[in-house]
């Protein structure tokens, strides 16, 4: 099962719904850190989920942005909300005190993410966690001692600039490995084509680029990019130009080698601002290279 790493922003939310109609529900199991105090749109996002069957997973501790500090406030206003399903997610960063503190107060089944690598002190704890999310690449022995092990990967390269992107670049193969690597891990994850740094906005786009991710059949079906970007004209000036001369190259990509990327909702989101020249802003382009990005990879595993 796949378990994508997702942050609580508008077009992250809105890519999950879209999904939620595509993606069957044993595929996937979305961890969602929220950012935002208010929960409107996490309610709305976790309703239409629980609508096709999905129970995501909801980070009650993020330190990111607006929720930095508001732990306890965010908890008693997600408990608040009525007529939703989701599993409870208490994220270890470096106090033992606090996972141990948050721990007591979220009752029922929960799940674990560890960030930074599984201690001693955390590994007694651990075995009480329904699902237990790692770094993947975490020591032997690590696997052998817990169990219902979900293990998180971060491969995107992510760039400064995109005028520093190359036109392609490797992303994972754990999707294909995952299931060997122990018997104690039931899946994986990733933080997609984001990254995990945490960032509120862009900067100012002197060069768009629009990310596709494809399984490569002569490496083994493992996963890479190709980034599609405009000209750099030393401006930050006509976004919608610069989306045009990406989408341009995407599209003209796709028609030249039917069938490179899977038929997702992402790409056929792109091809649909091609043929009407329409720029949404650079928010939807990257829900729609997430989408694209979860959809691939669940094509795979149905395999």
């Known amino acids: 099962m796949y378990f994508p790493l997702m942050r609580g922003k508008q077009y992250e939310l809105a890519a999950l719904k879209e999904l939620s109609n595509i993606v069957p529900h044993d595929l996937l199991k979305p961890v969602i850190e929220p950012v935002r105090k208010n929960l409107k749109q996490l309610e709305t996002t976790i309703k239409k989920l629980n609508e096709h069957n999905f129970e995501p997973i909801i980070i009650v501790n993020s330190e990111i942005s607006e929720l ?3 732990s306890d406030k965010f908890i008693q206003e997600l408990y608040k909300i009525n007529g939703i399903k989701f599993m409870p997610c208490i994220k270890y960063t470096d106090s033992i ?8 107060i979220i009752k029922g089944e929960k799940a ?3 960030e930074s690598g599984v201690n001693r002190d955390l590994m007694t704890r651990l075995n009480k966690f329904a699902i237990n999310i790692i770094p993947e690449g975490s020591p032997q022995i690590v696997l052998q001692q817990l169990s219902n092990i979900v293990l998180m990967d971060d491969p995107f390269k992510k760039k400064k600039r995109n005028a520093d992107y190359p036109s392609n670049s490797y992303f994972s193969d754990l999707h294909v490995r995952y299931r ?3 018997k ?6 990733d933080f997609n084509i984001a990254g995990s740094d945490y960032a509120e906005s862009g900067g100012p786009a002197y060069v768009v680029t629009i990310h596709a991710s494809y399984l490569d059949s002569n490496e083994f079906d493992a996963m890479s990019v190709k980034h599609f970007s405009s000209m750099d004209d030393g401006t930050p000036s006509n976004p919608s130009g610069k989306f045009q001369q990406a989408l341009d190259k995407l599209v003209l990509h796709d028609q030249t080698i039917p069938g490179f990327f899977d038929d997702t ?3 056929r989101g792109f091809k649909s601002l091609h043929a009407r020249r329409h720029y949404p802003g650079l ?4 829900q729609y290279s997430m989408q694209h990005h979860i959809e ?8």
């Open 180 to 182: 060997a690597i122990h």
């Open 265 to 267: 909702s992402g790409l």
């Open 283 to 286: 928010g939807q382009v990257k």
């Open 112 to 114: 674990s993410y560890v």
């Open 184 to 189: 104690s891990v039931i899946g994986f994850g």
């Open 97 to 104: 005190h606090e996972f141990d503190r948050l721990s007591s």
């Open 296 to 303: 691939t990879i669940c094509n795979f595993i149905t395999i």
């Open 68 to 70: 930095k500090g508001n």
